[in-house]
């Protein structure tokens, strides 16, 4: 049988070293191409691991040790309450509960930094297995050394990240640990023993080789590229062929808009309110020529109770307005919530805290916890003035704060001209911001342009976004209408912002106290603009065709045409996207719809119980550890129970080699050249019987012949019952 030599020599020291060498050169780009900090900590934790298995420490010793140092590193960083409370580790469990969920949703971004923590720590203590496995069991680390060779020149091409001495490191390492390796392997496979003078010379001339090799390469003269730089290359086709196809759905990257998308009819969360409407998630103020970002990314989140008034005031002045209320039960788990136009409250029975972030005014968990948990909001449905709306005529009637204008009428520099001279021609002859507002939003029912999901154009490195869409190709989807009519209006003064959450959904069913249930999947995933008109506050305009935010407004007296923001108007194209269709309750879909309800309520229990599932598989681990560790005291009894009614002779040559595995967990374990008729004379002598040698004699036969003769087991069932019997002592 082959064995492993564990002994700590010098040897297996060096073979550590190295090891940890190899591993350190993943680490050392880490803080130099992120954002991570405290690289120690990874990097000591990679000395303790190896450390501990040089000596050998036994795993149920060393793996406490090692989560011991993991919540220690995490509480250092991230965590207030005291090391080890009930607070702390309830916190712990629920934000890796929280954040598997939003593995398992794919919104890798809305990760904690805890849990983020932890998995970094969980790979590396992986990887130093995987390292300790090839190096001790395998004597191999060819692999290892040519990935990390393969890592370490991918950082140098196409990053900043300079790895002139990281390649030095890594060759003289892996050629040391492969050379270590080798000889090893010869002295185990032409068995020379541990032979000094034969390790020496190898060894000697192992470091001049590897000596002669570095400094060759270093001093000899080097050639100079005869490949241009792909990197350039690389990223010129990435502005020329966009991202590719994309799924429909929120994102949290809004800095290069455009391209195809594929629908997704996923189920995001299901509402039950009196009157349909859009879910806002978050605003964006900073156009950037290709997309959208937030101009104050620096700006910390405000911590609220829940039950507080949502620091977000979408309306002002003497609006008049009526309350309403929301039930959502969301089926993604997703860290922020969604809310509609107006939102005053949240309440939510699982929840103490919320944030809110001011640059975006996006409504968080408290510590970007995830939930699927029902919660509900109020809200107050404003309606609109339009008397007030038309009382601005002009940006100085406007009176509009400095900070603010230059916050929502930013343009970049290279827009070009035609885009704001394409506005004034538009809004040309109205007098009233409303007017113009309203000319710009009925210019996109034009036939001219069309919506669709695909064949949609990602502007180059020179190109305009928005002009792209407007003078060019005149084809695509939400984001290009809304941002197109935002930029649009800020040409001629009038301060916008982009928004994006989901539309209304498709109407289910009747909820309670006369509310309607929409559910809203990632196909209703949308964006929009509102317009600040001073007075009155934000108001809300959906320039995408067969689309409708259902705004309301009061004409007072006057008798203007109905908005196309407060009913929906028949669309003048053929629409690629179905608009949303009566309220009916659709059968099908409710029966399609319970296996989703039957699978949430089972996340709820995991999430409302979890306290108690993980004391419940701990005593469960703790017992099954100590049933595995006595199991030479019932194991014999199983046997006994198992093979008392067999009568087929068949069961003869299961009966011995179960007996030969007892007699192994007795402590009378088989060398590896012994042969079966030498053991049994071993146990024999042991027991002071010959009952054994009787048993080895049938399984030989058994062996040899393939049968045995009726009756066989039957005759040395009670041989083995004994020898049984004789382990339980």
Not at 117 to 130: A, E, G, N, P, S
Not at 361 to 376: A, D, Q, V
Request: net charge positive; proline share 4%.
């Amino acid at each position: 049988m082959r064995t492993v030599n564990s002994k700590r020599d010098w040897g297996t020291f060096f073979l550590y070293a190295f090891g940890f060498v190899l591993l350190w050169e993943w680490i050392r780009p880490l803080k130099e191409l992120t954002d991570t900090g405290y690289l120690y900590m990874f990097i000591f934790y990679i000395f303790l691991s190896f450390v501990m298995a040089f000596f050998h420490v036994r795993m149920w010793i060393s793996s406490p040790i090692k989560i011991f140092y993991i919540l220690s590193c995490v509480h250092v960083l991230y965590l207030e309450e005291a090391f080890f409370s009930p607070t702390w580790f309830k916190g712990i469990f629920a934000d890796i509960i929280n954040n598997f969920g939003l593995v398992l949703a794919g919104e890798w971004v809305e990760l904690t930094n805890v849990f983020r923590t932890i998995m970094f720590f969980v790979l590396i203590w992986l990887m130093t297995y995987l390292i300790h496995y090839w190096l001790l069991n395998r004597k191999r680390i060819f692999l290892f050394f040519v990935v990390t060779l393969i890592y370490i020149t991918v950082l140098d091409t196409f990053t900043p990240y300079s790895a002139k001495e990281a390649i030095i490191r890594t060759i003289v390492t892996g050629f040391a640990a492969m050379g270590i390796l080798t000889l090893n392997r010869i002295l185990t496979k032409e068995n020379i023993g541990r032979d000094f003078s034969f390790s020496k010379r190898w060894m000697t001339l192992l470091s001049c080789l590897i000596v002669l090799s570095v400094t060759v390469g270093l001093i000899a003269p080097k050639a100079e590229p005869i490949w241009p730089d792909p990197v350039p290359f690389i990223k010129s086709l990435n502005d020329k062929s966009g991202g590719g196809t994309k799924t429909i759905g929120y994102g949290v990257d809004d800095s290069q808009l455009g391209g195809d998308f594929v629908g997704d009819n996923k189920v995001v969360f299901r509402a039950e309110v009196e009157s349909k409407h859009y879910w806002k998630v978050e605003t964006k103020d900073y156009y950037t020529g290709k997309g959208w970002i937030a101009s104050d990314r620096q700006s910390e989140r405000i911590t609220f109770p829940i039950e507080s008034v949502v620091p977000i005031y979408d309306f002002e002045g003497d609006v008049e307005v009526r309350e309403q209320e929301a039930i959502i039960e969301p089926f993604i788990s997703y860290p922020h919530l969604v809310y509609p136009f107006g939102v005053r409250q949240a309440h939510a029975l699982d929840m103490e805290f919320l944030e809110f972030d001011p640059s975006i005014e996006k409504i968080y968990f408290e510590n970007n916890r995830s939930t699927i948990g029902r919660y509900s909001l109020s809200y107050k449905v404003p309606k609109y003035s339009v008397t007030k709306l038309k009382q601005i005529t002009s940006f100085q009637q406007a009176r509009l704060d400095r900070m603010f204008t230059q916050k929502y009428l930013q343009v970049p520099a290279t827009l070009p001209v035609e885009v704001k001279k394409l506005a004034e021609e538009i809004t040309k002859g109205h007098e009233t911001w409303f007017d113009k507002v309203r000319a710009v939003e009925r210019y996109f029912d034009q036939a001219m342009f069309s919506y669709s999901q695909k064949d949609v154009a990602v502007p180059g490195r020179n190109e305009d976004y928005v002009a792209q869409f407007l003078f060019d190709t005149k084809v695509g989807y939400c984001d290009n209408f809304s941002t197109s009519m935002a930029v649009m209006l800020r040409t001629i003064g009038i301060p916008t912002r982009w928004v994006k959450g989901y539309s209304g959904g498709e109407y289910k069913q009747l909820g309670s106290n006369s509310r309607k249930v929409y559910e809203v999947t990632n196909n209703n995933a949308h964006s929009w603009l509102e317009v600040y008109f001073p007075g009155s506050g934000w108001l809300a305009f959906e320039p995408t065709p067969g689309f409708s935010n259902n705004v309301s407004l009061n004409f007072d007296t006057y008798k203007q045409e109905t908005p196309k923001a407060e009913t929906p108007a028949p669309v003048k194209k053929p629409e690629p996207v179905k608009p949303d269709r009566k309220e009916e309750v659709d059968n099908k879909a409710t029966s399609t719809f319970s296996f989703k309800l039957f699978w949430l309520k089972i996340k709820l229990f995991f999430k409302n119980e979890w306290e108690w599932i993980l004391i419940t598989g701990l005593a469960l681990a703790l017992l099954a550890v100590i049933i595995y560790r006595k199991r030479s005291r019932w194991l014999p009894h199983y046997l006994l129970f198992r093979f008392k009614f067999k009568k087929n002779d068949d069961s003869f040559g299961l009966a011995y080699v179960a007996l030969l595995k007892q007699l192994e967990l007795y402590g009378l374990k088989r060398k590896s050249d012994q042969t079966l008729r030498d053991y049994a004379k071993y146990v024999d002598t042991f027991f002071s019987t010959r009952e054994m040698t009787r048993l080895t004699d049938r399984y030989e036969l058994l062996l040899y012949k393939g049968a045995l003769k009726n009756g066989t087991w039957e005759e040395t069932k009670e041989l083995w019952e004994n020898l049984i019997k004789k382990t339980i002592a």
